[in-house]
């Protein structure tokens, strides 16, 4: 279960966030839901410890993981944007993870995880592809099945369906629903709307800047 | 509605077509220019060198053998000495925002708007004679002036690797160095390469740091052709080495120089406050000290030595300047430093112009070819050796109806070909990242195609324009190389002035030389800090 006490951060010495608490139980999959400049990306990259925090602290599963390094959080994430590496394939996009998480990890192994993933997302033939050909829809699946790849103790997922077109953001939160009941990932996913976050997250989550939580 | 839609789009379109019109119009300048005075001299050089066996006989020669090996190893270890310098101040700029960081980029570019004998010079008032006159001593002027090439490449590059790149591989379980080496690396290593180059460029074509610091044992090409054509009067040589040395630097361009940079968007990214982030801060902060105390250390010295006569403080250095006491030696700062400023004054009004017709035909014409073709003629010089070009106009242009060599024109042309590159890259991108739709928007308000030029481009890109109206200010002011050819008595510039004060017997003078030198580097500064 993921513990988020207390946690305040500051930017450029603006106040971001106030003391925001939040607790997500395992196997659910909760949406925060606020307008813009309410914080929701900072908390995020806060508890992924990509943005380090003020005060406050976070834990999962009782370990306090607040000055743990990122590489070692064992947190799955999913930007807004640009976070696919363009100089790699789909295919090693998907596995880049693996050889961290499971150095030990054979390379049969490694094919059958990522097969496994590209199939998930309904993207079997496109291993080879460059980031750069794919459309915004395929960038966004590639980017989750990267994300679930090592299979991350917790996966956050920032506006995952920002910049899609109706039709297609629609399609992609079905699929993105099934694969995460699919895989029983806990997830904490931000979007500022409410009926996304109805399609997706069993519990929401509401902030209003500056952050004060409110549990629907 | 229709009607006034069909009306917009016409307008959108003539706009462009205009202003490309325009472009291919004063293509035809800067094209003459450089046709007459960069492609001409070279390709007299080449033309002399025809002559195979002359060739032959210098590649012969096992006292040029040896000059070419050093120029060619004290290059190699230069440039890997200042890529390894700058890596940590350029992660540093590029990755963060913090206090005083443009003052830090802009005190790293001094060195590389200076003369070569300035830093030469100050590098000689910082070590020990045993060590500043010898490879030691050229290794550190190479490495302060070059470093400002490094920051400016890479972080230009660095900073167009989205933060969210990084951050996801580390997410991933990257460590940094993981992530460095499998995520950042692949993306800014074409810059690197490019920065790579341009430094092997300037160190292997290196004058006025050898002259000065050099001594009887260490010589270049560059510094050989000089002494061939000038001292021994033996052209034939000079000319050969000329054709050896653009060989060797068509090697080092066709290895280094980008071949795809497509994946990286021409975007940007804000960099996070380091105040933020307490544990890469003592980082930052050991790599903006270190850079300040490496590239201010010297001047600093410079500065002090200028105030010492034989081990006492003296104003007497600074007196000699403009009392006349110098003028039975054959030097005369203030003529000296009025032809600087007349040359630099001359060179913006010349360049500017030139480098805006470049940087137009850049940013509206369709033709992606000819786009590159001209950017890359136009930036030639960058590459090519000072000394080269000076040689080459000396023997262009040396028989009626063109008998300019003793004229000071042909100094003030050498300095505008000179500085037009960097004239010309600090134009290029501001003009083509002005969104076609504020024109468009400037057309159906009324504004013909030359109003939407003025009202709309020139005003953007008045910033830019005072940019390269500073360095070509700055290129004029500190050009050592070629004016080494060109200059005739009369036509004395301060770099050379400061040259010839740095090369004579004496405290008095030696001390004069450093003050001359840091009346310079307070000019540059000041120059370069009002673009």
Request: proline share 5%; with cysteine; aromatic share 8%.
């Amino acid at each position: 279960m993921l513990d988020v006490c207390n946690m305040s951060v500051s930017l450029g010495g603006v106040s971001i966030v106030q003391n925001f608490s939040l607790q997500v139980s395992a196997g659910t999959t909760t949406a925060l839901v606020g307008p813009s400049g309410s914080g929701k990306t900072t908390i995020l990259q806060t508890i992924c410890g990509v943005v380090p925090m003020t005060s406050g602290s976070v834990s999962y599963d009782g370990v306090d993981i607040t000055n743990m390094p990122i590489h070692l959080r064992k947190i799955g994430m999913v930007f807004q944007n640009s976070d696919l590496f363009s100089h790699l394939s789909v295919w090693h996009n998907i596995a880049f993870g693996l050889r961290f998480v499971s150095p030990r990890l054979v390379p049969e192994a490694v094919t059958q995880r990522v097969q496994e993933l590209l199939h998930l997302i309904g993207m079997d033939t496109f291993g080879d592809r460059r980031i750069n050909d794919l459309s915004g829809g395929e960038q966004r699946r590639v980017a989750l099945a990267r994300a679930l790849a090592p299979r991350p103790h917790l996966l956050l997922l920032d506006e995952p369906f920002s910049a899609l077109d109706s039709t297609l953001r629609w399609r992609l939160i079905d699929d993105v629903r099934d694969i995460l009941s699919a895989t029983q990932t806990t997830a904490l996913i931000v979007t500022h709307d409410q009926q996304e976050a109805d399609a997706l997250a069993t519990h929401t989550v509401s902030i209003a800047p500056p952050s004060t939580t409110a549990l629907h | 509605m229709v009607g006034r839609m069909d009306k917009h789009h016409a307008a959108m379109m003539t706009t462009l077509a205009s202003l490309r019109r325009g472009a291919i119009l004063c293509c035809a300048l800067p094209l003459v220019w450089l046709s007459l005075f960069y492609v001409l001299p070279l390709g007299t050089i080449f033309f002399r060198a025809l002559d195979v066996s002359a060739l032959i006989d210098t590649i012969g020669n096992s006292g040029i053998r040896h000059v070419l090996w050093f120029t060619l190893w004290q290059a190699t270890l230069s440039t890997a000495l200042t890529v390894i310098i700058a890596f940590p101040i350029t992660w540093a700029c590029s990755q963060w925002d913090f206090t005083g960081k443009h003052l830090v980029v802009g005190l790293v570019t001094v060195p590389f708007v200076l003369p070569t004998v300035i830093i030469a010079g100050a590098i000689r008032t910082l070590l020990p004679e045993s060590l500043s006159s010898g490879v030691v001593g050229i290794l550190c002027a190479h490495v302060i002036f070059n470093v400002a090439v490094v920051l400016r490449i890479v972080s230009a590059r660095w900073q167009q690797v989205h933060p969210n790149t990084a951050s996801a591989s580390r997410i991933l379980g990257a460590s940094s160095w993981k992530t460095f080496w499998l995520i950042t690396w692949p993306m800014i290593r074409s810059a690197v390469a490019s920065a790579v180059g341009i430094v092997f460029i300037f160190c292997f074509t290196s004058f006025g740091v050898i002259k000065v610091l050099g001594g009887p044992r260490y010589s270049t090409i560059e510094l050989e052709i000089f002494i061939r054509a000038v001292q021994l009067g033996d052209t034939s040589t000079a000319v050969a080495l000329v054709v050896l040395q653009l060989i060797v630097i068509g090697v080092v361009l066709g290895l280094t120089m980008p071949r795809n940079t497509a994946s990286l968007k021409i975007i940007t990214y804000r960099t996070s406050w380091i105040g933020d982030y307490p544990r890469q801060q003592t980082l930052v902060r050991a790599s903006v000290f270190a850079t300040i105390l490496l590239i201010g250390a010297p001047f600093l010295t410079m500065f002090i030595n200028s105030f010492r006569v034989r081990s006492n403080w003296s104003i007497n250095p600074w007196r000699h300047l403009f009392d006349g006491t110098l003028r039975p030696m054959g030097v005369d700062v203030a003529p000296a430093m009025s032809n600087s400023v007349i040359f630099a004054a001359i060179t913006i009004v010349i360049t500017v112009p030139l480098a805006l017709c470049l940087a137009s035909i850049s940013a509206y014409s369709s033709s992606h070819a000819g786009r590159r073709l001209i950017t890359a003629l136009a930036s030639a010089p960058l590459a090519t050796s000072a000394v080269a070009l000076g040689l080459g106009m000396i023997i262009t242009f040396d028989q009626s109806p063109i008998n300019w060599r003793a004229h000071w024109l042909l100094l003030v042309c050498a300095h505008c070909t000179i500085a037009l590159p960097l004239a010309l890259r600090s134009l290029t991108a501001p003009l083509q990242s002005i969104p076609p739709a504020l024109r468009d928007s400037a057309r159906t308000l009324g504004a013909s195609a030359l109003q939407t030029w003025w009202h709309v481009d020139i005003a953007i890109i008045r910033r830019p324009l005072l940019v390269a109206a500073g360095l070509s200010a700055a290129v004029s002011l500190g050009e050592f190389g070629a004016t080494s050819f060109l200059t005739r008595t009369g036509n004395d510039t301060i770099p050379t002035t400061i040259a010839r004060l740095l090369s004579r017997p004496g405290d008095v003078v030696q001390s004069s030389g450093y003050a001359l030198a840091s009346l310079f580097v307070v000019l540059v500064i000041g120059v370069m800090s009002n673009a």
